[in-house]
C-alpha cells in the first residue's frame, strides 16, 4: 500500500492562491494527481500527470491550476492561483501503480470565502 501524505490547503479569500503537496512512499506510477470533493457531489479529477504525457486539467480550473512534480516522481504539487468559491472541497492526492491499483491521500480542505 502506497502512504501519501498531504499538506498545504487552508482559508483564501476569492482571488488568492494556495500551493499543495503530496509526497508518496514509492515512484513509478503510471499516474499521479488530484482530485477534489465538495458536500454534496462526486469526486472529481482536478489535474493529472500520466507518465510522459502533457498533464490533464479538468475544464473549470484551466488556466488558474498548474500541476507538476518532482524528478524522482514521489511527489506532485498542485499550485492553485485565482481561488474561486466553487473551488471549495476537499482535495485528495491520488496515485496509480502499474498495477493499476489507486492509492488516495487523507485529504487536506481548502476553503475559499470572504
Do not use: H
Not at 503510471?30 to 482530485?35: E, K, L, P, S
Not at 524528478?71 to 506532485?76: E, L
Not at 466553487?86 to 492509492?103: G, I, K, P, Q
Request: glycine share 12%; with cysteine.
Amino acid at each position: 500500500q502506497v502512504q501519501l501524505v498531504e499538506s498545504g490547503g487552508g482559508m483564501v479569500q476569492p482571488g488568492g492562491s494556495l500551493r499543495l503537496s503530496c509526497t508518496a512512499s514509492g515512484n513509478s506510477f503510471v499516474m499521479i494527481g488530484w482530485y477534489r470533493q465538495a458536500p454534496g457531489k462526486e469526486r472529481e479529477l482536478v489535474a493529472g500527470i500520466v507518465r510522459a504525457s502533457a498533464p490533464k486539467y479538468a475544464e473549470s480550473v484551466k488556466g488558474r491550476f498548474t500541476i507538476s512534480r518532482n524528478d524522482v516522481g514521489n511527489a506532485v504539487y498542485l499550485q492553485m492561483n485565482n481561488l474561486k468559491p466553487e473551488d471549495t472541497a476537499v482535495y485528495y492526492c491520488n496515485v496509480r501503480t502499474v498495477y493499476n491499483l489507486d492509492s488516495w491521500g487523507q485529504g487536506t480542505q481548502v476553503t475559499v470565502s470572504s
